[in-house]
């Protein structure tokens, strides 16, 4: 399935990102950065588009994927699965400037047109974000591929239906 959104898999060993030495100022923003994820998990699980696009800066590109995929994306997501229960932990943020990678786990579980429960094991992702007209957005890793683009579809791709009682 082509349900693999927002955010890529990091492909190799993810490089352990840190934040000792950070200013007050980069702790605040990486605390924006947190609730910006509390916000995302909340429009997921309330399949609201208009909510998660919010998230996306307009330049986003992640191997081959823009904005306008990553809703298509999202589109087909939320019609295919309901009662979604989405979770994302942050595990480190490091920021430069006006740029962040942000290294977080993620999981879901929700139920496909048929009701069958559907969960996706925990991942590790490396998001990058963007701060831009006062606020962060996701930003992508602004590579252009479209071999990765036909071969790794964005998130919520590798669902496994798990027996329902």
């Not at 909510?51 to 995929?69: A, H, Q, R």
């Not at 977080?104 to 429960?117: F, H, K, S, V």
Request: proline share 3%; aromatic share 14%.
């Amino acid at each position: 399935m082509k349900f693999r959104i927002l955010l890529v898999p990091a492909l190799a060993v993810l490089t352990t990102l840190m934040m000792s030495g950070c200013g007050s100022s980069t702790n605040r923003e990486a605390d924006r950065i947190e609730r910006l994820y509390r916000y995302m998990v909340s429009t997921i699980e309330n399949e609201d588009i208009n909510g998660v696009m919010s998230l996306y800066s307009p330049g986003f590109l992640e191997n081959g994927y823009n904005k306008t995929d990553v809703r298509n994306i999202y589109l087909d997501f939320f019609a295919a699965y309901h009662n979604i229960d989405e979770n994302i932990t942050v595990r480190d943020i490091d920021i430069s400037g006006n740029y962040a990678a942000v290294e977080i786990r993620e999981w879901w579980q929700a139920r496909d047109q048929n009701g069958t429960l559907v969960y996706v094991d925990p991942a590790i992702f490396v998001d990058y974000w963007k701060y831009e007209n006062g606020d962060w957005y996701l930003y992508g890793n602004q590579e252009y591929d479209i071999s990765l683009k036909q071969a790794k579809p964005l998130r919520y791709g590798a669902g496994r239906p798990v027996k329902v009682k």
